[in-house]
Structures are given as structure tokens and as C-alpha cells.
């Protein structure tokens, strides 16, 4: 469970220590000169719901502790007025709670929703205290589904997945929680929010990109960062790693992939003009697993010596799936990243990541005790392409026209790590792609969408595990002041584990070293097209 918790944290938007926007640009002045009276406002329910209670209570601030079992802590929250509305949509069963927390005194006239992470919609309280204390009035939603390991929501009593609350989770839940909070603000404040925006990170990442596609009017911007899109596809995917090991029968220790991954580092580092360690387009790192056939490593005091067979799978994993015929599935396990996520090993044997274990079984199989060890390559095959079929219109959130949402005067901006291990930069990379296809130039895109790729950074990693980027105040500088970000400033970790600062390039530009300057500073780089590599 340890390592369960640990890897869930690097995918939580706004958990402890993990994906907090501070919104460091110039606040807007403080809209609310007295506090306002913390009462149930009267609410009009969203089309297609019903409102079953409205409360409202005052809370203190001070420390807010998260709930479930990522929990986390924000301290310094000022007082704020914390509405929570329950809908229901009528013959579904189905009780999503809404909370809106404001600040009592100070709000900067802001509006922010939060999104979730795994299988958890929204929020478990850090984030929003932590909007709170930058000034913002905070919406999140549960979806009615609960927390980001709880799946007893997904099969029904016939053994059916329960349509309602999958579509709770994939989408409706979300905008109805945009059309509840801002109602709650001008409830509660007595007048709107002067601009209204979105945050998440993974699940919550996905879910921005879900509002861009399907509800344009919504936000004001979107700060969707390492976004679960492609949903339906990746979910597989990411168990490719344990069906590699399970199919070829052999489980590389952790010292050992650990060997593979410091390898591949050291051999690309010098991509970007520089050993600087740090590798700046891990897409372009072609190491060869081969290459370390024969090396030997000390795993816990014991001697082992890379196999052929270890550096076979090692070799699957980074490809990615392909189908019995060869035919290429989806991106794997990028070049540096960890490969201990996807294909961690226990007492000699696969221990599959939960997320998509649980898709496999509950989704595809509809049987939670089904054996994951027991799926061959074509079984694999059939898998990808049934959830593609069952459930691409439902979660896949890929459909790259986003022409509503650039007419809206909508922004977008994605940060994500290129050493994801969770969600292969490649997907959104290629999301990306299809939009500028979509809209007909680069340019059309970057008026109103841009993506950022981080060196070494892992999943949700600029949070503040791997380093950090303030991308809501580089989203607020662009919705409310018409600033276009060339360049995200971002503070990353090295491959040493020095810390070290970088200007990441608006995507497809890559940083390339000026040939003079300090390596650990962002002045020695500068952005070009890769072509120039």
C-alpha cells in the first residue's frame, strides 16, 4: 500500500506538496470589501438535475487536512464560507456533491475548480484551501464515485458498469460543478467572478481538456497539465510492462531497471549541445537495452549480471504495444523515465499499478477477481481495442476540435513531464498534432493553446516533486492581460539530483545549450526548432 500511496501522490492535482498554483501574478484587487454573510445561496439546479440540499457553514482556516488516503496538508487557509450542494439526476441513483469554498474577506475575484486524480473527480480539500489562500473562490466535485482507489461504484448488481456514474466521472459532473460553483459565488458574494478558470493534473488534466472539447464557455482558461486524455487507450497501455514480464517470464529487479534507465541518460544526455544532466527530448533517445548485456550490478548486496532476456523486456517496455503482428499500439514508457511505476516487481513476481488493473478488470473483464497475469499478447491485442470500442466517445477526451473554445477567447496551457511514467508525454504530444491539423496552422493553435515539455520531470512532477512551474499565473497573465507565453519558467531536479532552472520551450521547440553560460541556470539555454538539433 506504501508504494500505492506514493505513486498515486505523483499524479494528484493539489495534494500536499503537490500541484499547488500560487498564481504569482499581480492579484486582482480584493472585490469583497466586507465579509459577506456565509449562507445557503438559493440555486437554480443545472439542466438534467435536481438540487437535493444546499448548506452552508463557516469554517475557521487554519490547517486543512486532505481526506482519503493521499491526505496532505495546506496551512495558513484564512476563514471561508464552505457551500456544499448535492445533485442528483432523476432515475440514476446518483448523489454528486458540489463544495465551493470562499474566502470570507479578500477574495481576489477569481473563480478556480479543481480537478481530481485515478478515479476520484475532484478534490480532497488541499487544493481548494490552498486557492483559498491566493485569494480564490474554489469549486470541486466528487461525481458521486469517492475517492481515487474507490471502484465499488463501477459494477452494478447485474455485473454491469453503471453507465450513470461513469458519465458522473467522464464528464457531466464536471460542468455541472463550473454552472454550481460560479452560482454560488454571485449567491454568496453578490456579484460574478470577473474570470473563471480551471486547474488539474492527470485525472484532473484530462478533465480540463474534457471542458475545452465539450463545454467552451466554461472557463475563461485551463491550466490541464500531464492530462489523462486518450483515456480509453492508455489505461491498457500502462499495463503493457507486466504483461511484457508475465508473457516473457522474466522480472528485472529494481537495481536493474534502475541500471537500464542510468544508462539511457548518460547516453542522450548530450542532446541538447551539453552534458548537463539532464536529457531534453527523451523522444529522441534511441539507447539500446542490448548494450548493457553482460554488466553487472549490485541489487542488496547481492552481484547480478543484465541478461539478454532482461534487456528484451526492458526493450518491449520502452517501445510500447504492438499487437502480434507488430503493429504499434501506443507509446511506451518513455527513455529515462522510472520504470519501477509500470513494471514494479514483489517477491519475485508483477505487481500491476492499481489504476489500471482496475480498468482491465472492472471495466473490460467486469470481473474483480480476474487473473491480469494470465493475459497473453493477443489477449492484450483484444483488450486495447475493446476499450477503444466500448469506451472512446464516453472517456476518451480526444477529440482534437477545439474551434469552440478558441472562438470563445478560451486559453489553454499543458505543462508535462517528458519522463512521465504514467501517462506518456507521447499521447498528449500527438493530441497536440491533431488540433494544429484540425485548425489548419501552428499558428491558430498557439493563439489560444500551448504546450510545455519538462526534462526529467515525472508524472505530475512539477508539482513540487521533480521541480515546479507556475503555470496558473502564467494562464492568468494571458487570459487577463493578453501576455502569450513564449517560454514557461520552471525549476527542475538533474539526474544528480541538483536542482536547476530551465525556460521550458512552448512545444515543438526544444532547449538547446548557447554554447557558454552555467548549465544549472536558464540564461545558457535557449529554445530552437528541433530540426536544428
Not at 12 to 34: G, I
Not at 333 to 348: H, M, N, Q, R, S
Request: glycine share 12%; net charge negative; aromatic share 8%.
Amino acid at each position: 500500500m506504501k508504494r500505492v500511496l506514493t505513486v498515486l501522490a505523483a499524479g494528484v492535482p493539489l495534494a500536499a506538496a503537490v500541484y499547488l498554483p500560487t498564481a504569482s501574478a499581480q492579484p486582482q484587487p480584493a472585490s469583497v470589501t466586507t465579509p459577506p454573510a456565509c449562507t445557503a445561496p438559493a440555486l437554480k439546479a443545472p439542466a438534467g438535475t435536481e438540487v437535493e440540499s444546499v448548506r452552508a457553514v463557516r469554517q475557521a482556516g487554519g490547517t486543512i487536512h486532505g481526506t482519503g488516503i493521499l491526505g496532505g496538508d495546506v496551512s495558513g487557509v484564512p476563514a471561508f464560507c464552505q457551500v456544499t450542494v448535492t445533485l442528483t439526476h432523476p432515475g440514476d441513483g446518483d448523489h454528486a456533491k458540489v463544495q465551493t469554498w470562499l474566502p470570507l474577506e479578500r477574495w481576489n475575484g477569481r473563480f478556480q475548480a479543481i480537478g481530481g486524480s485515478a478515479y476520484g473527480a475532484g478534490d480532497n480539500g488541499v487544493g481548494l484551501g490552498t486557492a483559498v489562500k491566493n485569494g480564490y473562490a474554489a469549486t470541486t466535485t466528487d461525481a458521486g464515485v469517492g475517492d481515487v482507489l474507490d471502484t465499488g461504484w463501477v459494477l452494478d448488481g447485474g455485473g454491469k458498469v453503471n453507465t450513470a456514474l461513469l458519465k458522473n466521472f467522464a464528464s457531466r459532473s464536471q460542468h455541472e460543478a463550473a454552472v454550481v460553483g460560479k452560482a454560488v459565488v454571485d449567491g454568496v458574494y453578490g456579484k460574478r467572478a470577473a474570470y473563471s478558470y480551471f486547474t488539474g493534473c492527470s485525472t484532473g488534466g484530462r478533465e480540463g481538456y474534457m471542458e475545452a472539447q465539450r463545454y467552451p464557455d466554461d472557463y475563461d482558461g485551463i491550466l490541464a497539465d500531464a492530462p489523462a486524455i486518450n483515456w480509453d487507450e492508455f489505461e491498457v497501455a500502462t499495463l503493457w510492462p507486466q504483461v511484457v514480464m508475465n508473457n516473457e517470464k522474466t522480472y528485472p529487479t529494481t537495481c536493474e531497471l534502475n541500471a537500464f534507465t542510468d544508462a539511457a541518460v548518460k547516453a542522450c544526455d548530450k542532446l541538447d549541445g551539453v552534458q548537463d544532466a539532464l536529457v531534453d527530448d527523451a523522444s529522441r533517445c534511441d539507447y539500446d537495452p542490448r548494450r548493457l548485456i553482460g554488466t553487472k550490478v549490485v541489487c542488496e548486496g547481492e552481484e547480478r549480471t543484465i541478461t539478454a532476456a532482461d534487456a528484451a523486456v526492458v526493450r518491449k517496455i520502452w517501445d510500447g504495444p504492438r499487437t502480434t503482428s507488430g503493429k504499434k499500439l501506443w507509446a511506451g514508457v518513455p527513455v529515462g523515465a522510472d520504470l519501477t511505476g509500470l513494471a514494479a516487481t514483489e517477491d519475485g513476481k508483477g505487481a500491476p499499478f492499481p489504476v489500471p488493473a482496475l480498468w482491465v478488470q472492472l471495466f473490460l473483464e467486469k470481473d474483480p477477481s480476474f487473473d491480469l497475469t494470465k493475459i497473453t499478447y493477443s489477449d492484450f491485442t483484444q483488450l486495447f481495442r475493446q476499450s477503444q470500442a466500448e469506451y472512446d466517445k464516453v472517456i476518451g477526451t480526444d477529440d482534437p476540435d477545439l474551434s469552440d473554445f478558441r472562438r470563445s477567447g478560451g486559453k489553454l496551457i499543458t505543462w508535462q513531464g517528458d519522463t512521465d511514467e504514467y501517462i506518456p508525454a507521447q499521447g498528449t504530444v500527438r493530441y497536440r498534432d491533431q488540433v494544429v491539423r484540425k485548425l489548419g496552422s501552428a499558428q491558430k493553435t498557439d493563439d489560444f493553446y500551448r504546450l510545455f515539455l519538462a526534462p526529467n520531470t515525472s508524472h505530475c512532477g512539477l508539482d513540487g516533486q521533480d521541480g515546479s512551474a507556475d503555470g496558473l499565473a502564467a494562464l492568468t497573465d494571458w487570459v487577463e492581460h493578453g501576455k502569450a507565453p513564449r517560454t514557461l519558467p520552471a525549476t527542475l531536479v538533474d539526474t544528480n539530483g541538483e536542482t536547476v532552472t530551465r525556460d521550458l520551450c512552448a512545444y515543438p521547440q526544444v532547449l538547446r545549450y548557447k554554447g557558454h553560460g552555467d548549465t544549472s541556470l536558464a540564461a545558457g539555454f535557449h529554445c530552437v526548432s528541433p530540426s536544428r538539433h
